[in-house]
């Protein structure tokens, strides 16, 4: 009996996993950049599914969703796979506490917590990531020199004139501002939805 609950409690987890994923990776298209941040940072909505699922599921749920949505995207990467590894990685520190803090308090204020929680964490993981990983990666695969980004940046910024400002006042900011957006939607709409994501298929 306990084998079958287990056996469906993985059947369902991957059903709706595999729906939010792909979900996520339609709302990946509808991307923009916002005026005051570089260009190549562009913002779209597609952790808002992987927030529901961490928040329904659990943390698995939202490294599964993650997984399926960038996974799909890989097929019509324009960034040698540069852009959904950054993708799965920034979302996964941004969901996966949000999702573990929120599974040991489901209440509106540990809803909260865990989402000012899961904000810090993508900021400060972002910030680092791009300093040391994702933007050498993008200079290295794609030939990117960095003066060409860092040029990018000081178009939308004067204050971004090399690397390290283009962290602190591009990557940062930007991801702050995308945090702060996604958690107050999926706050606003997490109950509502909540009947469905709890269904069993």
Request: charged share 15%; glycine share 6%.
């Amino acid at each position: 009996m306990k084998n079958s609950k287990t056996k469906q409690l993985s059947l369902d987890t991957l059903v709706k996993s595999a729906i939010l994923g792909a979900l996520a990776f339609i709302i990946m298209f509808i991307e923009s950049p916002i005026p005051i941040f570089p260009e190549f940072l562009k913002f779209d909505f597609s952790e808002i599914p992987v927030l529901l699922a961490g928040f329904s599921i659990g943390p698995i749920g939202a490294i599964l969703v993650e997984l399926v949505k960038n996974i799909l995207h890989l097929f019509i990467t324009k960034t040698s796979g540069v852009g959904e590894m950054a993708n799965f990685f920034v979302g996964i520190f941004f969901t996966v506490p949000a999702a573990m803090i929120y599974k040991r308090n489901k209440t509106k204020k540990g809803a909260i917590i865990s989402l000012i929680v899961g904000s810090l964490s993508m900021v400060i993981f972002a910030s680092l990531y791009n300093y040391f990983v994702l933007i050498p990666l993008y200079i290295k695969i794609l030939g990117i020199p960095l003066n060409t980004i860092v040029e990018m940046g000081a178009s939308a910024n004067k204050y971004i004139t090399d690397l390290k400002s283009l962290i602190i006042f591009g990557v940062a900011p930007f991801n702050a501002l995308k945090a702060f957006v996604i958690s107050f939607i999926t706050v606003l709409i997490y109950k509502k939805v909540s009947p469905i994501l709890h269904k069993k298929f």
